[in-house]
């Protein structure tokens, strides 16, 4: 999972990286907040750590910049030493997910950010995932495409559930070989191998393919009828 860090004071935002990045996360770093917004438009995130206090660009400011103009949903965990009710809600009223004042424990932090990924990944209350005619239980890791049961091998199940969570995004290859394989990255050809088996079992009655690839960055889940050309 990937977290941007956007925090000004040398000593939080070393802490922060290597709690993070202890904790499996990768994580990048801005010290201001243009460069805050221009690293958070760049990539895809899963979450966003955000001091409010920054130069260049207040994180406010950043956060409604995010919402408002580049329409991300991006968690945003707020990080701030302004500890009123009065603070807090203005935080929220920008966009923020969640709100943590200065000084907190790591632990804490992992945690609300955790919670805030599982939300964005729609994984804490929703049973069933569905993107056009596919449907996924995961309670049960049972798929169906038009009603038609799927058996799907777990590492291709896996695959199926991270495209699911948000349909339209490109995720990159070493961002998926990750999810499902963590630590022991497979070979060059074990994913793509994987997509090929999950696309079959997809198309096996004739229906349109919804995994396109994108050349040189990875694979996305396309609504019918709205493959790129």
Known sequence: MKVL?????????ANLYDYLTSQGYQADLATN???????????????????????????LTLCRQLREQA???????????????????TGFGHGADDYLVKPFSLK???ARLEAQIKRYRGR?????????????DVSTLTVARSGRPLRLPPKCLQLLRIL????GRVFGRTELETEVWGDALPDSDTLRSHVYSLR???TADGEEDLIETVHGIGYRLVAPHARAS
Do not use: C, Y
Request: proline share 5%.
């Open 5 to 13: 860090i956007v925090e000004d004071d040398p000593a939080i935002a």
């Open 33 to 59: 907040g243009t460069n805050g917004l221009r690293l958070a438009l760049a990539d895809t995130w899963d979450a966003i750590l955000l001091d409010l206090s920054l130069p260049g660009m207040d994180g």
């Open 71 to 89: 329409h991300r949903d991006t968690p945003v965990l707020m990080l701030t030493a302004r500890d009123t009710l009065d603070d807090k809600l």
């Open 108 to 110: 804490e932090v992992g």
């Open 124 to 136: 804490v209350v929703a049973r069933q995932m569905r993107f056009a005619d596919v449907l996924l």
């Open 164 to 167: 699911m969570q948000d349909p």
């Open 200 to 202: 079959r079992a997809l």
